[in-house]
């Protein structure tokens, strides 16, 4: 079994800055790939990053010039450092990881284990 637990978020005003992280522990045989995604009140959720182990990255639209993510494969900890934060940006941010059994990683990734959730809040 694999779990994985956030850390991090909060309530910020907008233009501010956050930093979430994210931790996988227990079995990993082969970790893919971890990353972020999000789901605002009545919205679908929405990636937000995902990071393959060999270094490919990809961002949800428009979220890039604002957020940066950092995976560590080796520790199977991935971080999400939030800019120039927005109303917008309110959301429940979940961390998620693609954890193969195999050798192998299938493509594209397809996130299997999630974690429990975050509130990040930006108001005045």
């Known amino acids: 079994q694999v779990h994985v637990v956030e850390s991090g978020g909060g309530s910020v005003q907008p233009g501010g800055s956050l930093n979430l992280s994210c931790a996988a522990s227990?079995?990993?045989?082969?970790?893919?790939?971890m990353g972020w995604y999000r789901q605002a009140p009545e919205k679908e959720r929405e990636l937000v990053s995902l990071i393959g182990s060999h270094g490919s990255t990809a961002y949800g639209d428009s979220l890039k010039d604002r957020f940066t993510s950092s995976l560590d494969i080796k520790k199977n900890t991935v971080n999400l450092q939030m800019t120039s934060l927005k109303t917008e940006d309110t959301a429940v941010y979940y961390c998620a990881a693609v954890i193969s059994d195999a050798l192998t990683c299938n493509y594209p990734l397809t996130v299997n284990y999630w974690g429990q959730g975050t509130q990040v809040t930006v108001s005045s």
């Open positions: 227990g079995f990993i045989f082969n970790n893919c790939g």
